[in-house]
């Protein structure tokens, strides 16, 4: 697919362009004539002579054979048609802005299907259906039929909706924001958000990626492509359609099944994408990232003229993962030569009311120089003194930022005075705000993306398992499914698999006399557990079917003996297979629970958290996408709020952190061999400091319709 | 204190007053002139015959007696004779602009002191020191020296910090945004927030109180006059130095000493503020406050021409405590008849990409009149067919919320084409944003204070209780504690104390012989649990001296003996009184901890959470200013987290609330009828579904210095 014609056209056919000014046809060509675009432009319409000064092409068979792109703005029915002709003319991209397709229902749905066959086949770089085109400011091309095309920047910008490309292309030419590129992808067809994370990677117009999507279409490749891409440019991007609802009119909307939000969650981050959750913030971070070098810390220092106003940027550090930076004593005792008795030295340094543009010179130098700060925020109030000094005080900032490798903010408190020395830094590429908030925002991002750059690059280790075996017990299930049901693997042989993958499953035998029970009590070692084993009793407690704290052969025995009675008196149709013989975990374990399931979009989410009432009603759980390394195991453990009752608190001893991490390699591994189990639920798994058990397993296997 | 001469001067006198541009007194009587004053204004200076066309008069003892106000913009040092000459005269206001009192160290501190004390024995309304001074719109005075004069509005603002009240103006200069009263409180040596609440409550131009505070001067009658004020009208406040180094900050700034935030959160949500975070928010809020009604119910619906849009705004519902409405079947089908076939009927309502102004109006009105909505957005994306037609949007949208109950926003998706409608709604009183959050953020807001004004006032029961007892009790700690200093009560006394409380201590009797040991035991009722009594000796256990679940005489005499010789073993210095004999809470009590401490403005807080890790690890906890109702102790218990715990889960049997309840009022009681018990720790509470134990407390009871 050539990307290169995509964004470079070097000729451009507008099929079913118009002379009509109010036909999206018409505003297409307009758009690329006023662009300023110096390749071919084709108009296409089968009456027209000429339209805005160039001479029409009357049928799509007569444009010249290879054409960089065409763009379709016909009615629906005559797309599909069109397509077939321009691939056949070996046109090498092609963007679709008619809506009706499967946003609408069967017959779009079938047509959408066959169009991006079609591209597929003869590799054409195809944008949509239903979509506003696409803008590249450095090439001069515009094929959107919007009204008013932004500036050029440095900022590339994608989104599944093309209502929210009008909006902020509105929203840019009123805030004179530029963009480098900007592409609306409507259906996603073919062109979809890894495309573009792939092609913008290696753009040198682009520094930073913003995004709008409702679903992602191939998740494994869409995380290669992110994990690739944010190394190298941030990457912002909002995720839509996480509510219930919200998920409800995204499906009605592009026709877009949205993945679980946790899923997506896990997939932004392991993947390094800042997930933003709104539009203001998303502009306001990019404003950030575009123009200001990465913090190296989280240690900001703020210089101010007034005390309210640093308070409040103190509150909100504190609210952040930012610092408030402690200036070394030779800054302090350097400020202390040229600020006023009364200025507070320490941090927020308050340079105090009647500041003027030379102390804020002096002051914004001394404290950037310090080594303990790693970001600077000047922050003034328009006082009587300082206001008509504003240009001067503007001059001084962009001169010291310009020499600085660590970002400089700035927040001009107010609107009305302050308005022209705003548009002054904005234009040199000082990000400047009305209040300080959006600072800390900024910074806060800016230093995590800073902290996700700087990590090594995950390495999931394969771990050596007895493959053959794990294979062997899921094929005798495989054997007996039929596609698209499912079936679940439980007690012995869930745990056989476990320990295939060198899992800690709880010692078990299964004996069908009580001789047996006895003797494999013996083996395993006494306190034992006895359950009884058949495949018609899940609710095993209900029958009386468990005993637990078995000390001796007689208890096993006799046991055994009233279990499997028990049983037959409780459910007489059930087959009993005799008894389960398991090891007792000592007392005083913590209990925890691992799991995964499996999102469309992204395969297995792996999940971690303490029993008892941490995961069911405090949702203290954390997720990863498999498969996994040590490194991110131990994030996993790390990131839940109880992480302190498995480290130990009050002199306690604390678990074996290396046994959960050990299972959640483990159990990431099993569930990226085996795509057709679909759910795993070792729980609980019980811990101490010397080992774990996993006490309990269920595992489903979903055999898929072919 | 004569406020009404505070806001509506007949009078006013500028002492300080300057014929030089450069000067504050020349500011702030230039502000008045231009704010179109009509009252007298005498400028007082030495030197000048007149100033801006306004006769002076060279010394404050010819200014006339009785004037309403004078305003201070001389050097700090003449201030306080300036004040007592006005006091002298019988001047009702003084605002003194001039800084340099508390806030900048101890001599300043004095001056203030004296200052406040002619003002409060002259009972003048004194504004200041430090300050920007103030503004009533409606009357015409403006005695700031702020550049540039605000618009007229609904709003009332006041400040304790000048700086951010220059900052404010300027913005609400720069957006046209008018205000009722705007009061810089500075060091607040007599006027404070809570006559700011007194006042604006009953001032018919404010609809909407607006504040930023660093601290509250007198919390329980800030606390008073706050919960009459909020239910009249929303009062918007910022409280920042939550943070450390805020706090700091703000200690420095303006001689403030920041309570705890914990005290602060509670103080707002017991009356009624609504606390925001930043100053966007606070402007955002006051927007919608401001001018629509509030809603009656949490239900939102959003009408939209675009999907992603409609997504976003579902997305950011979900995470508000609004929901999204449920149309009825009417509506949906009411809306068949003049929606195309691709519209969503479900909410969000979708009338696609070509819907212009007339749809928009029809689908606005039906969806507005359904019973189901308590709110409506109206959220519109710039297509080429609805941006030609904005004007007769905008009207339509001010005609159907003119006559509607309900509130109306409107998010215009952009900035450019959309911004003459967006300053017609604006103007005529509709809320309109440029993005869907802070629609949800207002509503949200506007909800929840909705809620607070339909709720019952809180009344705090009276607890009959044995108050002469308690007294006793703590007298006899009193009579030993000398002033500064502090005592542990605890273990019996304590007990007896919380049975004079009615609150259920564990049943304790005390031993000097194993003899009477026994006897206690019998008459607790076995198991019981042995304890050394001493007052030298603190951690019991590490002497071997608490022994459990003791069954029969003979082991509780074993055990009083085995107690008190390994106590005098390991302490030898120490004086064992002999032994507390407590009843065994039976097994399987959940563990909770109820307490209070006693913040500096506010006075008793109370805490309540679950034992274990909690309240130490999770910080699950819960907090409310004493006293409390029992309806408040209740709101306390189920807004922890892990209130379900309690509650029960999976079918287990819950504990008795009712007996925590009546716990936290008693404590609530305890703590209000104290004030020098300072700290309480009832840890652990014991409770199941039947009853609640106190097994263990600690008072501590402080004499304050005189």
């Given at each position: 697919?050539?990307?290169?014609?995509?964004?470079?056209?070097?000729?451009?056919?507008?099929?079913?362009?118009?002379?009509?000014?109010?036909?999206?046809?018409?505003?297409?060509?307009?758009?690329?004539?006023?662009?300023?675009?110096?390749?071919?432009?084709?108009?296409?319409?089968?009456?027209?002579?000429?339209?805005?000064?160039?001479?029409?092409?009357?049928?799509?068979?007569?444009?010249?054979?290879?054409?960089?792109?065409?763009?379709?703005?016909?009615?629906?029915?005559?797309?599909?048609?069109?397509?077939?002709?321009?691939?056949?003319?070996?046109?090498?991209?092609?963007?679709?802005?008619?809506?009706?397709?499967?946003?609408?229902?069967?017959?779009?749905?079938?047509?959408?299907?066959?169009?991006?066959?079609?591209?597929?086949?003869?590799?054409?770089?195809?944008?949509?259906?239903?979509?506003?085109?696409?803008?590249?400011?450095?090439?001069?091309?515009?094929?959107?039929?919007?009204?008013?095309?932004?500036?050029?920047?440095?900022?590339?910008?994608?989104?599944?909706?093309?209502?929210?490309?009008?909006?902020?292309?509105?929203?840019?030419?009123?805030?004179?924001?530029?963009?480098?590129?900007?592409?609306?992808?409507?259906?996603?067809?073919?062109?979809?958000?890894?495309?573009?994370?792939?092609?913008?990677?290696?753009?040198?117009?682009?520094?930073?990626?913003?995004?709008?999507?409702?679903?992602?279409?191939?998740?494994?490749?869409?995380?290669?492509?992110?994990?690739?891409?944010?190394?190298?440019?941030?990457?912002?991007?909002?995720?839509?359609?996480?509510?219930?609802?919200?998920?409800?009119?995204?499906?009605?909307?592009?026709?877009?099944?949205?993945?679980?939000?946790?899923?997506?969650?896990?997939?932004?981050?392991?993947?390094?994408?800042?997930?933003?959750?709104?539009?203001?913030?998303?502009?306001?971070?990019?404003?950030?990232?575009?123009?200001?070098?990465?913090?190296?810390?989280?240690?900001?220092?703020?210089?101010?003229?007034?005390?309210?106003?640093?308070?409040?940027?103190?509150?909100?550090?504190?609210?952040?993962?930012?610092?408030?930076?402690?200036?070394?004593?030779?800054?302090?005792?350097?400020?202390?030569?040229?600020?006023?008795?009364?200025a507070s030295l320490h941090n927020p340094v308050d340079i105090i009311g009647d500041a003027d543009a030379e102390r804020y010179r002096l002051t914004s130098e001394a404290v950037l120089r310090d080594q303990n700060v790693n970001a600077l925020l000047i922050l003034l109030t328009p006082t009587a003194t300082v206001v008509s000094q504003l240009d001067q005080v503007a001059e001084n900032i962009i001169h010291l930022a310009n020499q600085s490798e660590k970002p400089v903010f700035v927040c001009l408190m107010g609107k009305h005075s302050i308005a022209a020395a705003q548009q002054k830094l904005v234009q040199a590429g000082i990000p400047c705000y009305n209040f300080p908030e959006p600072v800390i925002q900024s910074l806060e991002a800016m230093y995590s993306y800073q902290q996700w750059r700087n990590r090594p690059e995950e390495h999931v280790e394969e771990i050596r398992t007895d493959r053959e075996r794990a294979e062997e017990i899921v094929n005798g299930f495989r054997s007996r499914l039929s596609p698209g049901r499912s079936v679940e693997i439980v007690e012995y042989?869930?745990?056989?698999?476990?320990?295939?993958?060198?899992?800690?499953?709880?010692?078990?035998?299964?004996?069908?006399?009580?001789?047996?029970?006895?003797?494999?009590?013996?083996?395993?070692?006494?306190?034992?557990?006895?359950?009884?084993?058949?495949?018609?009793?899940?609710?095993?407690?209900?029958?009386?079917?468990?005993?637990?704290?078995?000390?001796?052969?007689?208890?096993?025995?006799?046991?055994?003996?009233?279990?499997?009675?028990?049983?037959?008196?409780?459910?007489?149709?059930?087959?009993?297979?005799?008894?389960?013989?398991?090891?007792?975990?000592?007392?005083?374990?913590?209990?925890?629970?691992?799991?995964?399931?499996?999102?469309?979009?992204?395969?297995?989410?792996?999940?971690?958290?303490?029993?008892?009432?941490?995961?069911?009603?405090?949702?203290?759980?954390?997720?990863?996408?498999?498969?996994?390394?040590?490194?991110?195991?131990?994030?996993?453990?790390?990131?839940?709020?109880?992480?302190?009752?498995?480290?130990?608190?009050?002199?306690?001893?604390?678990?074996?952190?290396?046994?959960?991490?050990?299972?959640?390699?483990?159990?990431?591994?099993?569930?990226?061999?085996?795509?057709?189990?679909?759910?795993?639920?070792?729980?609980?798994?019980?811990?101490?400091?010397?080992?774990?058990?996993?006490?309990?397993?269920?595992?489903?296997?979903?055999?898929?319709?072919?």
């Amino acid at each position: 697919m050539d990307m290169h014609a995509f964004f470079h056209p070097q000729h451009i056919a507008v099929i079913g362009a118009s002379a009509n000014p109010a036909k999206i046809g018409h505003s297409v060509l307009s758009n690329l004539i006023q662009a300023g675009y110096e390749g071919a432009i084709y108009p296409v319409n089968p009456k027209e002579t000429q339209i805005l000064g160039h001479p029409v092409t009357h049928n799509i068979a007569d444009l010249p054979r290879g054409l960089d792109m065409a763009v379709l703005t016909v009615p629906r029915d005559p797309v599909l048609p069109a397509v077939r002709q321009l691939a056949e003319l070996g046109t090498k991209a092609v963007v679709i802005i008619t809506a009706g397709f499967k946003e609408v229902g069967r017959e779009g749905f079938h047509m959408e299907q066959e169009i991006k066959e079609i591209a597929e086949e003869n590799d054409i770089a195809l944008l949509g259906p239903n979509c506003l085109g696409l803008i590249n400011s450095g090439a001069g091309v515009n094929v959107t039929f919007a009204a008013g095309a932004p500036a050029s920047g440095n900022v590339a910008f994608f989104s599944q909706s093309g209502a929210l490309c009008q909006a902020i292309l509105d929203w840019a030419v009123g805030e004179n924001m530029g963009f480098s590129k900007f592409v609306s992808l409507g259906n996603k067809a073919v062109i979809n958000e890894s495309h573009m994370l792939d092609y913008l990677g290696d753009d040198p117009d682009t520094d930073v990626v913003l995004g709008y999507i409702e679903n992602v279409s191939r998740g494994q490749e869409f995380l290669r492509k992110a994990r690739a891409m944010s190394r190298k440019k941030p990457v912002l991007m909002i995720k839509s359609g996480t509510s219930t609802s919200g998920a409800k009119a995204a499906s009605s909307h592009t026709g877009a099944i949205a993945g679980s939000d946790q899923a997506y969650e896990a997939a932004f981050q392991q993947s390094g994408i800042i997930r933003v959750r709104d539009i203001a913030s998303l502009f306001t971070l990019a404003q950030a990232f575009s123009c200001q070098p990465l913090p190296q810390g989280p240690n900001l220092a703020v210089v101010t003229n007034s005390g309210g106003p640093g308070i409040m940027t103190a509150d909100a550090c504190e609210r952040s993962k930012l610092h408030m930076a402690r200036l070394s004593q030779e800054t302090i005792e350097g400020m202390q030569e040229f600020l006023p008795s009364f200025a507070s030295l320490h941090n927020p340094v308050d340079i105090i009311g009647d500041a003027d543009a030379e102390r804020y010179r002096l002051t914004s130098e001394a404290v950037l120089r310090d080594q303990n700060v790693n970001a600077l925020l000047i922050l003034l109030t328009p006082t009587a003194t300082v206001v008509s000094q504003l240009d001067q005080v503007a001059e001084n900032i962009i001169h010291l930022a310009n020499q600085s490798e660590k970002p400089v903010f700035v927040c001009l408190m107010g609107k009305h005075s302050i308005a022209a020395a705003q548009q002054k830094l904005v234009q040199a590429g000082i990000p400047c705000y009305n209040f300080p908030e959006p600072v800390i925002q900024s910074l806060e991002a800016m230093y995590s993306y800073q902290q996700w750059r700087n990590r090594p690059e995950e390495h999931v280790e394969e771990i050596r398992t007895d493959r053959e075996r794990a294979e062997e017990i899921v094929n005798g299930f495989r054997s007996r499914l039929s596609p698209g049901r499912s079936v679940e693997i439980v007690e012995y042989q869930a745990q056989e698999l476990l320990r295939a993958y060198d899992l800690p499953a709880a010692a078990t035998s299964i004996a069908t006399t009580s001789a047996e029970a006895a003797q494999a009590a013996e083996k395993i070692g006494y306190p034992v557990v006895l359950k009884v084993a058949s495949p018609d009793i899940s609710h095993k407690s209900d029958v009386g079917g468990v005993r637990v704290n078995l000390e001796s052969p007689e208890q096993v025995k006799q046991a055994f003996l009233e279990i499997t009675s028990q049983a037959k008196y409780h459910e007489p149709q059930a087959y009993i297979h005799g008894c389960l013989i398991q090891e007792m975990a000592p007392g005083g374990m913590r209990e925890i629970i691992v799991g995964f399931n499996r999102d469309d979009q992204f395969g297995p989410l792996l999940m971690f958290g303490l029993g008892g009432i941490h995961v069911e009603v405090l949702k203290d759980i954390s997720f990863k996408l498999a498969p996994i390394s040590r490194s991110q195991a131990a994030d996993m453990i790390r990131s839940i709020k109880s992480y302190m009752l498995l480290k130990g608190i009050r002199g306690e001893t604390g678990v074996k952190i290396r046994a959960i991490e050990d299972i959640l390699v483990r159990v990431s591994q099993l569930a990226t061999d085996f795509p057709d189990i679909v759910e795993a639920d070792l729980n609980p798994v019980l811990v101490n400091d010397e080992r774990a058990i996993v006490a309990d397993v269920r595992l489903t296997l979903h055999m898929p319709h072919t």
